[in-house]
């Protein structure tokens, strides 16, 4: 028998369920692909064999060749990258808006204690609170326009970048932040040459966890009252009955999500080049 080669069963088994053989993986190339595969078919299949066979009737869930087909006929339309367009032009603002408040406000609230004990009453108030929850006071004072979607999804995404920041802030060694000061480096200093770069890697993660929520919200917002965007599109294909349409949205949303997570991906293995590491192959 022949002896699998070191370097490539250690990047095999980095990903693979821990008690697996070692022999086994390299069989496969990389199994954690397989394994993706196999449960993306296995999905398939069962939807398939449930709407193909009338086990399922397709009002409730209609079959896989059915979505196919509106999502051939929706693609050649303006409709549906208008849709997309409009979804991530509010998604890009109201998340860009509140990264710009709540980074800076997370950094001081984690390294300025009084900072701290002076806004967490407030947020308190405000983190059980649901995006969907500011839907009525922001139609109040904004009306249904561009405005009141991008104030959905600030409200929805600014509380879990600032807790994040405010977290990773305080995660920084307080040896290395000592050891700064000893060797005579001021409190700007020691922010930017420590705390930043310390706090990065926690920060870069709350806004790739924001974001999916910023989805979320716009999408909640466009449901209740919008004219465009793919929380409109969804909303317009159930009160039709087009059930095809709905999955087609839902589709769609992500594959955009997807794509938003892998340009995030390449920002944050280009802003900290010293965690690939950490993050493996």
């Not at 199994?31 to 296995?42: D, H, S």
């Not at 409730?60 to 549906?80: H, K, N, Y």
């Not at 997570?261 to 590491?277: G, K, Y």
């Given at each position: 028998m022949s002896t699998p080669a070191t370097g490539d069963l250690a990047l095999s088994a980095a990903a693979a369920p821990v008690g697996w053989p070692r022999w086994r993986l390299r069989r496969f190339g990389r199994?954690?692909?397989?394994?993706?595969?196999?449960?993306?078919?296995?999905l398939y299949g069962l939807w398939a064999a449930a709407t193909e066979t009338g086990l399922v009737s397709p009002i409730?869930?209609?079959?896989?060749?059915?979505?196919?087909?509106?999502?051939?006929?929706?693609?050649?339309?303006?409709?549906?990258w208008a849709s997309v367009a409009?979804?991530?032009?509010?998604?890009?603002?109201?998340?860009?808006?509140?990264?710009?408040?709540?980074?800076p406000l997370g950094i001081l609230m984690g390294a300025w204690w009084p900072a701290k004990a002076?806004?967490?009453?407030?947020?308190?108030?405000?983190?059980?609170?649901?995006?969907?929850?500011?839907?009525?006071?922001?139609?109040?004072?904004?009306?249904?326009?561009?405005?009141?979607?991008?104030?959905?999804?600030?409200?929805?995404?600014?509380?879990?970048?600032?807790?994040y920041t405010v977290e990773s802030t305080k995660r920084v060694d307080p040896l290395l932040v000592k050891a700064a000061r000893n060797l005579g480096a001021g409190h700007l200093a020691v922010m930017r040459e420590v705390v930043l770069p310390g706090s990065l890697p926690g920060i870069l993660a709350g806004l790739k966890v924001s974001l999916a929520i910023a989805w979320s919200c716009v999408l909640s917002a466009e449901m209740v009252a919008a004219q465009s965007g793919l929380g409109a599109l969804i909303w317009s294909a159930k009160d039709w009955g087009n059930t095809s349409l709905v999955l087609v949205g839902m589709v769609c949303i992500s594959v955009t999500v997807l794509i938003a997570?892998?340009?995030?991906?390449?920002?944050?293995?280009?802003?900290?080049?010293?965690?690939?590491?950490r993050r493996g192959p």
């Open positions: 199994p954690v692909l397989l394994l993706n595969l196999i449960g993306i078919l296995a409730f869930l209609p079959s896989p060749s059915m979505v196919a087909a509106e999502a051939r006929g929706i693609a050649g339309t303006a409709d549906l409009a979804s991530s032009a509010r998604v890009f603002v109201g998340f860009g808006l509140a990264a710009l408040v709540a980074v002076l806004i967490d009453p407030l947020i308190s108030l405000l983190r059980p609170l649901p995006s969907i929850t500011w839907i009525p006071l922001t139609m109040l004072w904004l009306g249904i326009g561009e405005g009141q979607k991008i104030a959905i999804v600030f409200m929805g995404s600014w509380i879990y970048i600032l807790l997570d892998l340009l995030a991906n390449r920002l944050e293995a280009w802003l900290l080049p010293w965690e690939r590491h």
